[in-house]
């Protein structure tokens, strides 16, 4: 009996063959990924380096263990899902919790580097100087002020790109580098060096600490022509100090000291800020920018339902949004249905060409049709009101008026949404069967009855998901408002910037970058999560009135 080899001892050798390159790939994949991670956590976002390991090592486990096989064929699906929706969505979540803000992006620590690296100018003065030479990068410095004159030991000095590598190489140390002056006698030799040389050679020249002869003034950079007597403004202690009224020990190594006045600062853990402290070690004043991010638990969300300069344009705005996402979906969908029945009309002539027509404001891209409407329904030159003048001796104000503005936008969302639900109707109606209307024309029914009576109800079945999802869609349509209005005209005594015609959306996107007070993350990412929740809650709303989910 003859035996047959199985599919297995040919697949077997060939797999073995090449599973070297199989773990070659994985290999440089997690090394690639382990990397930059590593540079993620190192500049400070560790969230995204977790996803990042996360991911990858859950990605390589599936595809290199045999168990798993099944599963590979879906984790593209799924880690997609993960890293596009799901932590966008739990990070902004979490960020509505923050005061992260255009004025507090950094952490503490960079906060408090930022203010170490602040500088006051002292007793001393400012030195206009002169570089001098340039041969082999050797330069002197020349410093005058009034009649004294004050020269350097020849330098070797490193450009900006060198010195960089330098430190990070670690064969220069980043501190300053002191130099001695001594007064000039004669007259300095060499020519003096162009600007440009000061400018390649700035980190360095930053990084020199020039004391004047006396030893007790220490001259700084401070432009590209001069030196000046400077000191840091703050000063950190890290022993801590005591309280002069109170007599409390402070211990705190965010602890700073203002070098002018004398004063102490603390960050505080409130408002996200450093504030000076008075002698009980209470705040006082207002607090130093830039800030640090601190959580604000559910203060966002309050400030959304309590603050009326937020509270009233929010709830203006959420109406509109679902009138409007309401009003979107019924008309598109009216007219898309009586359209498709009509290009389905048997007896119409041409109905290939006007199939093509009607279908043609689908395949132009959507924000040229908006800008070209925005033309159209110019108040001064647009056709529309050009024509409407003409003929009945009006002059809408399609932009400054707020229930024409609104007018306007339901027009131009019509027209860009009919032709999809045409397309759906024109697809759903040939799965009606035709011995319905022939039994309701037996019956004596006109076109009429049979639309409202057969056509309506069989399309909206399997049409109901499909609204739904207009819907949500349309509760989101930012940039058919941003082209088109803006948001204008905007809403009269609101705290926030937001416009009668924004949509939830616009209005959490002006607040973001566009307030007049700074950017305001934590906010915006709270009205974000709250329309997160209410498009989910009228999704779940819609399905469970309509019994979509028993029909599914």
Same mark, same amino acid.
């Given at each position: 009996?003859?035996?047959?080899?199985?599919?297995?001892?040919?697949?077997?050798?060939?797999?073995?063959?090449?599973?070297?390159?199989?773990?070659?790939?994985?290999?440089?994949?997690?090394?690639?990924?382990?990397?930059?991670?590593?540079?993620?956590?190192?500049?400070?976002?560790?969230?995204?380096?977790?996803?990042?390991?996360?991911?990858?090592?859950?990605?390589?486990?599936?595809?290199?263990?045999?168990?798993?096989?099944?599963?590979?064929?879906?984790?593209?699906?799924?880690?997609?899902?993960?890293?596009?929706?799901?932590?966008?969505?739990?990070?902004?979540?979490?960020?509505?919790?923050?005061?992260?803000?255009?004025?507090?992006?950094?952490?503490?620590?960079?906060?408090?580097?930022?203010?170490?690296?602040?500088?006051?100018?002292?007793?001393?003065?400012?030195?206009?100087?002169?570089?001098?030479?340039?041969?082999?990068?050797?330069?002197?410095?020349?410093?005058?002020?009034?009649?004294?004159?004050?020269?350097?030991?020849?330098?070797?000095?490193?450009?900006?790109?060198?010195?960089?590598?330098?430190?990070?190489?670690?064969?220069?140390?980043?501190?300053?580098?002191?130099?001695?002056?001594?007064?000039?006698?004669?007259?300095?030799?060499?020519?003096?060096?162009?600007?440009?040389?000061?400018?390649?050679?700035?980190?360095?020249?930053?990084?020199?600490?020039?004391?004047?002869?006396?030893?007790?003034?220490?001259?700084?950079?401070?432009?590209?022509?001069?030196?000046?007597?400077?000191?840091?403004?703050?000063?950190?202690?890290?022993?801590?100090?005591?309280?002069?009224?109170?007599?409390?020990?402070?211990?705190?190594?965010?602890?700073?000291?203002?070098?002018?006045?004398?004063?102490?600062?603390?960050?505080?853990?409130?408002?996200?800020?450093?504030?000076?402290?008075?002698?009980?070690?209470?705040?006082?004043?207002?607090?130093?920018?830039?800030?640090?991010?601190?959580?604000?638990?559910?203060?966002?969300?309050?400030?959304?339902?309590?603050?009326?300069?937020?509270?009233?344009?929010?709830?203006?705005?959420?109406?509109?949004?679902?009138?409007?996402?309401?009003?979107?979906?019924?008309?598109?969908?009216?007219?898309?249905?009586?359209?498709?029945?009509?290009?389905?009309?048997?007896?119409?002539?041409?109905?290939?060409?006007?199939?093509?027509?009607?279908?043609?404001? $689908?395949? *132009?891209?959507?924000?040229? %049709?908006?800008?070209?409407?925005? &033309? #159209?329904?110019?108040?001064?030159?647009?056709? =529309?009101?050009?024509?409407?003048?003409?003929?009945?001796?009006?002059?809408?104000?399609?932009?400054?008026?707020?229930?024409?503005?609104?007018?306007?936008?339901?027009?131009?969302?019509?027209?860009?949404?009919?032709?999809?639900?045409?397309?759906?109707?024109?697809?759903?109606?040939?799965?009606?069967?035709?011995?319905?209307?022939?039994?309701?024309?037996?019956?004596?029914?006109?076109?009429?009855?049979?639309?409202?009576?057969?056509?309506?109800?069989?399309?909206?079945?399997?049409?109901?998901?499909?609204?739904?999802?207009?819907?949500?869609?349309?509760?989101?349509?930012?940039?058919?408002?941003?082209?088109?209005?803006?948001?204008?005209?905007?809403?009269?005594?609101?705290?926030?910037?937001?416009?009668?015609?924004?949509?939830?959306?616009?209005?959490? $996107?002006? *607040?973001?970058?566009?307030? %007049?007070?700074?950017?305001?993350? &934590? #906010?915006?990412?709270?009205?974000?999560?709250? =329309?997160?929740?209410?498009?989910?809650?009228?999704?779940?709303?819609?399905?469970?009135?309509?019994?979509?989910?028993?029909?599914?």
């Amino acid at each position: 009996m003859e035996v047959v080899p199985s599919i297995e001892s040919y697949a077997g050798p060939k797999k073995d063959k090449y599973v070297w390159l199989k773990w070659t790939m994985a290999a440089l994949i997690a090394v690639l990924n382990g990397y930059a991670a590593v540079m993620m956590y190192a500049s400070g976002e560790w969230v995204f380096a977790l996803l990042d390991l996360v991911v990858v090592s859950v990605g390589l486990y599936v595809f290199m263990n045999k168990k798993t096989y099944a599963h590979r064929y879906i984790f593209p699906g799924v880690a997609g899902m993960v890293v596009f929706i799901i932590f966008p969505l739990a990070y902004t979540i979490g960020i509505a919790f923050t005061n992260y803000s255009g004025s507090n992006l950094l952490s503490l620590e960079q906060a408090r580097d930022f203010h170490l690296k602040k500088i006051y100018k002292v007793t001393g003065g400012e030195f206009d100087f002169t570089l001098l030479g340039g041969e082999n990068n050797q330069f002197q410095l020349l410093l005058k002020q009034d009649d004294q004159s004050f020269i350097s030991q020849p330098l070797t000095l490193l450009n900006n790109k060198a010195r960089e590598l330098a430190v990070r190489e670690g064969r220069v140390h980043d501190e300053p580098q002191v130099v001695q002056l001594q007064p000039l006698n004669g007259e300095a030799l060499g020519g003096a060096a162009p600007i440009r040389a000061i400018v390649d050679h700035r980190t360095h020249l930053s990084a020199l600490d020039l004391v004047l002869p006396d030893g007790n003034i220490h001259l700084t950079l401070s432009s590209l022509r001069k030196f000046a007597a400077q000191k840091p403004l703050y000063t950190q202690l890290t022993d801590g100090v005591v309280l002069q009224k109170s007599g409390v020990m402070i211990k705190d190594g965010n602890l700073l000291r203002d070098n002018q006045s004398g004063e102490l600062m603390l960050p505080n853990p409130d408002t996200g800020f450093y504030q000076y402290i008075d002698a009980d070690g209470h705040f006082v004043g207002k607090g130093m920018a830039p800030g640090f991010v601190v959580s604000v638990g559910w203060k966002n969300f309050v400030r959304i339902m309590t603050d009326p300069g937020i509270q009233g344009p929010f709830m203006q705005i959420f109406v509109w949004t679902v009138i409007f996402s309401a009003c979107s979906v019924a008309f598109t969908l009216a007219i898309g249905m009586v359209m498709a029945c009509l290009v389905q009309w048997e007896q119409l002539r041409g109905r290939g060409f006007y199939r093509v027509m009607l279908i043609l404001p $689908y395949a *132009i891209p959507a924000f040229i %049709s908006i800008l070209v409407f925005k &033309g #159209l329904f110019n108040q001064n030159f647009g056709e =529309i009101n050009l024509f409407l003048e003409a003929a009945f001796g009006i002059k809408p104000d399609w932009y400054t008026n707020p229930f024409l503005a609104k007018v306007m936008i339901l027009i131009v969302n019509t027209w860009l949404g009919y032709p999809y639900m045409m397309i759906l109707c024109m697809g759903l109606l040939k799965a009606i069967p035709e011995d319905l209307y022939e039994a309701s024309a037996m019956d004596g029914a006109g076109p009429v009855q049979n639309f409202f009576k057969i056509t309506v109800p069989l399309l909206m079945k399997p049409l109901t998901p499909l609204l739904i999802a207009s819907f949500a869609f349309n509760f989101n349509n930012f940039v058919l408002i941003q082209l088109l209005t803006n948001g204008a005209p905007d809403i009269i005594g609101a705290s926030t910037p937001a416009g009668t015609t924004d949509l939830l959306v616009n209005y959490t $996107y002006r *607040i973001a970058f566009q307030g %007049s007070g700074g950017q305001d993350y &934590g #906010l915006a990412s709270a009205i974000a999560t709250a =329309i997160f929740l209410i498009v989910g809650a009228l999704a779940l709303l819609n399905l469970k009135l309509s019994k979509a989910d028993k029909q599914l």
